[in-house]
């Protein structure tokens, strides 16, 4: 059975940081792409960013670009996501995601989410 | 960057109702394009990929059709528990992309 825990999220101030965790299970990590997706509260779904499987490419959205990082450690199957400089508007609840396959960058499971919280 | 845009932003039916939800993309997208269900407190769900392909698990009320710039999500009988938020995402370019969403309500 595909698992997919996140942890790491809380309240932090404007121009802090955040390191999110996802442990994934049931599967087998590392010939996944694997994404992180956000909503922001009453907001729709926000793609964030990807770790490729082929080649260990990453891929940020516009909003986040320079200030997240995504990474991943296989031997331990989890994906984390590096948040610095975080901003009121990257408030959210944080999906980990696994990908359909090595790379359709379709969202095929995902986790509960980790609320991530910034105010001052 | 591509956007989607989603209509309508609301459908009100009944259960058995055939539902008919619309996804346009800004640009030509060829057939890169999904679909996903989001329940109150739940996680998506990924219903379609590549226009017409159901998830596994997807029942078969679900369909997908289209091309290039214009989507359609059917339902094609409502159940209760398809009143719920759909989004379109589209997988052609980075940076990947979600439709704004249509609320199926009752």
């Known amino acids: 059975e595909v698992q997919l825990v996140e942890s790491g999220g809380g309240l932090v101030q404007p121009g802090g940081s955040l390191r999110l965790a996802c442990a994934a299970s049931?599967?087998?990590?590392?010939?996944?792409?694997m994404h992180w997706v956000r909503q922001a509260p009453g907001k729709g779904l926000e793609w964030v960013a990807t770790?490729?499987?082929?080649?260990?490419?990453?891929y940020y959205g516009d909003s986040v670009k320079g200030r997240f990082t995504i990474s991943r450690d296989t031997s331990k199957s989890t994906l984390y996501l590096q948040m610095n400089s975080l901003r009121a508007e990257d408030a959210a609840l944080y999906y980990c995601?696994?990908?359909?396959?090595?790379?359709?960058?379709?969202?095929?499971?995902w986790g509960q989410g980790t609320l991530v919280t910034v105010s001052s | 960057e591509i956007v989607l845009t989603q209509s309508p932003a609301t459908l009100s039916l009944s259960p058995g109702e055939r539902a008919t939800l619309s996804c346009r993309a800004s640009?030509?997208?060829?057939?890169?394009l999904a679909w996903y269900q989001k329940k109150p407190g739940q996680a998506p769900r990924l219903l379609m990929y590549?226009?017409?392909r159901r998830a596994a698990g997807i029942a078969a009320r679900f369909s997908g059709s289209g091309t290039e710039t214009h989507f359609t999500l059917t339902i094609s009988s409502l159940e209760p528990e398809d009143f719920a938020l759909y989004y379109c995402?589209?997988?052609?370019?980075?940076?990947?992309?979600f439709g704004g969403g249509t609320e199926v309500e009752i």
């Open positions: 995601v696994k990908d359909l396959s090595g790379g359709d960058n379709y969202f095929d499971f």
């Open positions: 049931g599967f087998t990590f590392d010939i996944y792409t």
């Open positions: 770790f490729s499987a082929a080649g260990g490419s990453t």
């Open positions: 640009e030509s997208i060829g057939h890169h």
């Open positions: 590549a226009v017409s």
């Open positions: 995402q589209q997988r052609k370019d980075w940076p990947l992309s």
